[in-house]
């Protein structure tokens, strides 16, 4: 009887978790002598994509600027609107045609892709800035996100809210008589959209690093991303200015953007007179993003004026 109380088959049954444990612990003490092993602190447990972490951040950023859809999706529609109405009032009367179409035609591929690129840059602006002033900044940094992720989730958040402007800025567009928006080239429309909304989601990514509240926020923004957008063409061809101004205008990225996205609609473009002039800008912005988005990922990295 004695023996048969030490026997395998009369011993407690363990459960395939607990069996499990005890092989990963065996094999963490027969790599350290007999010790258990844990990672070294700071050394990363997930391994490739976060898929699920990088999933739950875009869905926050989404919900957060849905929650107040009035405010950040149709209330862009009607302001842009505001603005075709007044310069076609102004301006259009006599049927005065640019690029030979009709004046609202011309302005609003422009107007349209203005509305998106501010939206993004006030979308992923908020995310850090708000969390750093309300003291919740660590919800973000502490979760298993890497710092590309991070910025994927902001960056792509941004992009979405950015469409969803876009679409209500083009049907608010539609119901005012003489716009046409016809796509001449879908590729065009498709990618400058793209590219001009990435590029100020980085942008405001980065100033909601800098900034530390929302008075530097509404700086970069009053002085710097509006003056850039309207005198971008949006309104005006750059051959209606003079050389230096035309040079000035050139440098602007936001130019090659709006005047790109307005080729896809009317298939002209004052960035050059070829298509090829209008493909080596796409190229370019296209660069330009991938250095930008590099500045913004290595300042995460870092952790400036978020992890002190």
């Known amino acids: 009887m004695a023996n048969q109380a030490h026997t395998p088959e009369n011993s407690p049954a363990k459960s395939p978790a607990h069996s499990a444990v005890g092989s990963g612990v065996s094999r963490a003490q027969s790599d350290t002598g007999g010790g258990v092993r844990f990672p070294p602190r ?5 391994h490739g994509l976060n898929r699920i972490g990088l999933g739950a951040l875009y869905m926050k950023e989404v919900r957060r600027f849905l929650k107040v859809q009035t405010q950040t999706i149709w209330a862009p529609a009607v302001t842009t609107l505001l603005f075709l109405v007044i310069f076609t009032v102004a301006l259009g009367r006599e049927g005065r045609e640019v690029l030979g179409v009709s004046f609202a035609t011309f302005v609003a591929p422009g107007l349209i892709l203005m509305g998106m690129m501010q939206n993004a840059f006030a979308n992923s602006s908020f995310s850090l800035l708000s969390g750093k002033i309300q003291g919740t900044i660590i919800d973000l940094l502490m979760p298993p996100l890497s710092e590309g992720e991070l910025m994927a989730g902001i960056v792509a958040a941004a992009v979405t809210r950015a469409v969803m402007v876009g679409l209500a800025v083009a049907a608010a567009m539609l119901l005012w008589p003489g716009v046409s928006l016809a796509m001449a080239h879908v590729w065009a429309v498709v990618w400058f959209g793209l590219m001009g909304s990435v590029m100020l989601a980085l942008v405001g990514l980065l100033t909601s690093v800098w900034a530390e509240k929302f008075d530097h926020n509404a700086a970069i923004t009053n002085f710097v991303v ?14 209606n200015l003079s050389p230096l101004f035309q040079a000035i205008s050139r440098a602007n990225p936001f130019f090659y953007v709006i005047s790109g996205f307005r080729y896809g609609f009317l298939g002209q473009s004052d960035i050059g007179n070829t298509d090829m002039a209008v493909l080596h800008g796409a190229l370019g912005i296209g660069l330009f993003n991938l250095v930008l988005a590099f500045v913004v990922y290595r300042v995460l990295k870092s952790g400036w004026k978020l992890k002190s």
Do not use: K, N, R, W
Request: hydrophobic letters at 45%; charged letters at 10%.
């Open 42 to 46: 700071g050394e990363p447990v997930f």
């Open 226 to 239: 509006a003056p850039l957008s309207l005198l971008s063409g949006t309104f005006y061809v750059i051959d």
